[in-house]
């Protein structure tokens, strides 16, 4: 007959890691719930029971605010190439990918055939 009951959890104060489960079989159903901290700081917890009858049901709860931190964006410095009077500046060669069978895309759009 299967039977049993268990516990964990987990309160890492230096990854920020929270979460728990508890668990309870008693022969065909098994009831539990689980709690997480979503990276958000939202609190995710999971009621669930299962058994031969009703199958497995779950019931989703979510505790507290949201909140997204703004985002610092990086922004590529603009760069300037400057030829000496009467020189061109020689763009760079880019590989054209092949998309199978030896045909691979122009500059312009088109195809040429390998």
Same mark, same amino acid.
């Given at each position: ?67 997204? =931190? !703004?985002? /610092?964006?990086? #922004?590529?410095?603009?760069? +300037? *190439?400057?030829?000496? @009077? %009467?020189?061109?500046?020689?763009? =760079? !060669?880019? /590989?054209?990918? #092949?998309?199978?069978?030896? +045909? *691979?895309?122009?500059? @312009? %759009? ?5």
């Amino acid at each position: 007959y299967p039977r049993y009951e268990f516990k964990y959890g987990v309160a890492d104060g230096h990854t920020g890691d929270q979460k728990s489960q508890t668990e309870i079989r008693d022969g065909d159903v098994v009831k539990g719930s689980y709690s997480l901290v979503e990276p958000d700081g939202t609190i995710r917890t999971v009621s669930y029971t299962a058994d031969d009858h009703n199958g497995f049901n779950a019931i989703v709860q979510r505790a507290g605010q949201a909140v997204h =931190p !703004a985002t /610092a964006i990086a #922004v590529a410095p603009k760069v +300037v *190439a400057a030829a000496p @009077l %009467g020189h061109a500046i020689a763009a =760079p !060669a880019l /590989a054209a990918p #092949v998309l199978g069978h030896g +045909v *691979a895309p122009l500059a @312009l %759009g088109g195809y040429l055939k390998g």
